[in-house]
């Protein structure tokens, strides 16, 4: 009974976790842990790891302890610890790949992310002394297909997250929307805006942006909200300061070369 209880109360710390950073995602809103640029739930919860097919990890990860509540919950019988110790190795294996991500790619830890996975761990530990103690039959063979499983994952969301983008030079097409006084307005918290600058390749820098976020690079939030953007990625198209009209949300470049009004040619 006590394993159980031990398991329910880390799931629920997993789950507050989860449900957090899946706020920051969304809102866009600064988190208590943002210390530094190399120590950063924002930097993390904003990059373009934070999604696997425009899902959020950490609403994922809500879903793997939500999961582990209704188990413990819900399924009275001592094979839970078998069921929940096999799934945290699951859910563990790409986690783990995630932190490997956030070394090399980001550049920066998210302590709650890490937070997450030691919860993660806490749970196969009391999961695999639960078994023990109920004399759950358990093999350590029935382990390794899930960690390919895990590893399987791993390589699913390697392409979805390195998919997407363009190695396209759009300059001509970002030149002509400048010149139909098309800007870009963006925010540093913003994730959407990290997969928009993706879909652009390397010609976005051309494109007139202004940074909304005031911790952002040569922000102008005061010209945001003369603008009334509420959201970003936000674009605008001018003519002699009068708005022609405006679209919010990503583009892609079809979409985009027809709101600026300029032939999609490279």
């Known amino acids: 009974m006590i394993y159980r209880i031990l398991a329910i109360i880390l799931a629920f710390a997993g ?5 957090y950073l899946t706020y920051l995602h969304y809102a866009n809103a600064q988190s208590f842990c943002d210390f530094s640029e190399e120590v950063s739930c924002d930097v993390v919860t904003t990059s373009i790891y934070s999604e696997i097919f425009g899902i959020p990890v950490s609403l994922l990860g809500m879903g793997f302890f939500g ?3 209704l188990l413990l919950f819900f399924y009275k019988k001592n094979d839970v610890f078998r069921l929940t110790f096999l799934l945290s190795v699951f859910m563990l294996v790409p ?3 995630l932190t490997v991500i956030e070394a090399t790619a980001i550049g920066s830890f998210c302590i709650l992310c890490e937070t997450s996975k030691a919860v993660m761990v806490l749970i196969l530990i009391v999961s695999f002394f639960g078994m023990r103690t109920s004399g759950v039959a358990f093999h350590a063979r029935e382990v390794m297909p899930i960690v390919i499983a895990g590893l399987l994952v791993i390589g699913i969301t390697f392409f979805a997250q390195s998919g997407g983008g363009t190695k396209e030079d ?10 139909n006084g098309v800007t870009y307005y963006k925010s540093v918290r913003c994730s959407s805006c990290r997969r928009q600058e993706k879909i652009f390749g390397p010609a976005y820098p051309v494109l007139n ?35 022609l009209k405006r679209a919010v949300g990503i583009r892609q470049i079809p979409a985009f070369a027809e709101f600026a009004g300029c032939p999609l040619n490279n």
């Open 67 to 69: 999961t582990l509540l």
């Open 209 to 243: 942006a202004i940074e909304c976020h005031p911790e952002g690079e040569d922000p102008q939030p005061e010209l945001c909200l003369e603008k009334d953007i509420s959201k970003t990625p936000t674009f605008i198209r001018e003519q002699n300061g009068e708005e």
């Open 15 to 19: 789950l507050g976790v989860m449900g």
């Open 170 to 179: 759009y300059t001509a097409l970002f030149l002509c929307a400048n010149e």
């Open 95 to 97: 986690s783990l790949y």
